[in-house]
């Protein structure tokens, strides 16, 4: 499986962008790029998937390099309820089977 | 959107017994559900793939007598830990295929004394 690098944290402001980064240099051409979070004792969540064009939707913004060998994930606005852990996950098809890595731990400051 | 019901939430059971855990969607099909397991501080590690009406495929390492799945419908699937011991203590979570993504269940909290 390909494998995905990501910082093991970061931290930020309330209320300020957020910028979470993953590399996946061994991607392939079938590969889509998953982002799910997980709250404390809770199952993950969705966040948002791309293959290879820029993605936006209501949580936040995926933007992916032009050789798909990075992506960011783009967090507008961090609330208080967006610290989690974000894992970057590489998957053959939109809803396949994911093979989750360590993820990174993000903090927000009030 | 859509939901995964997982039940129970946690459950703490005696060294030797075995304990049933529940993954139901509530809105949609699932053909396909996944079971996880994740320990304190760590990531979540794959178990199993649950597909509807035929065996259960484990990932390596994943005893299938130990950890039986059933998925008997196509909004349930189970899975028993059985002769559960200390070791087996640790938080499972299950998922469900959807259209675009994966829906997860909120996890068991599974105890042996």
């Known amino acids: 499986d390909a494998k995905t690098t990501q910082p093991n944290s970061m931290e930020s402001n309330e209320e300020e962008p957020v910028h979470l980064p993953c590399n996946h240099s061994?991607?392939?051409?079938?590969?889509?790029i998953h982002w799910y979070r997980q709250l404390p004792s809770q199952g993950p969540e969705y966040v948002i998937h791309?293959?290879?064009s820029n993605v936006n939707n209501r949580m936040a913004s995926l933007a992916i390099a032009e050789d798909r060998k990075s992506s960011t994930l783009i967090l507008h606005r961090a609330t208080l309820r967006d610290a989690a852990v974000y894992y970057c996950?590489?998957?053959?098809?939109?809803?396949?089977?994911?093979?989750f890595g360590k993820g990174i731990t993000l903090s927000v400051r009030p | 959107g859509a939901v995964v019901s997982q039940h129970p939430s946690w459950v703490i059971c005696k060294s030797g017994t075995s304990v049933k855990i529940e993954c139901r969607s509530l809105?949609?099909?699932?053909?396909?559900m996944f079971w996880y397991r994740q320990f304190p501080k760590q990531s979540l590690m794959l178990m199993a793939t649950?597909?509807?009406?035929?065996?259960?495929?484990?990932e390596q390492g994943v005893e299938k007598d130990k950890f039986l799945i059933n998925h008997a419908s196509l909004t349930l699937s189970t899975l028993t830990v059985t002769s559960a011991h200390p070791e087996d203590s640790s938080f499972y979570i299950c998922?469900?295929?959807?259209?675009?993504?994966?829906?997860f269940g909120s996890g068991t909290q599974l105890s042996v004394l």
């Open positions: 998922s469900a295929r959807g259209l675009e993504k994966l829906f």
């Open positions: 061994t991607i392939s051409g079938t590969d889509y």
């Open positions: 791309g293959l290879t």
């Open positions: 996950i590489l998957g053959t098809g939109a809803n396949s089977k994911l093979t």
């Open positions: 809105d949609f099909q699932a053909t396909t």
């Open positions: 649950s597909n509807e009406g035929s065996k259960a495929t484990y």
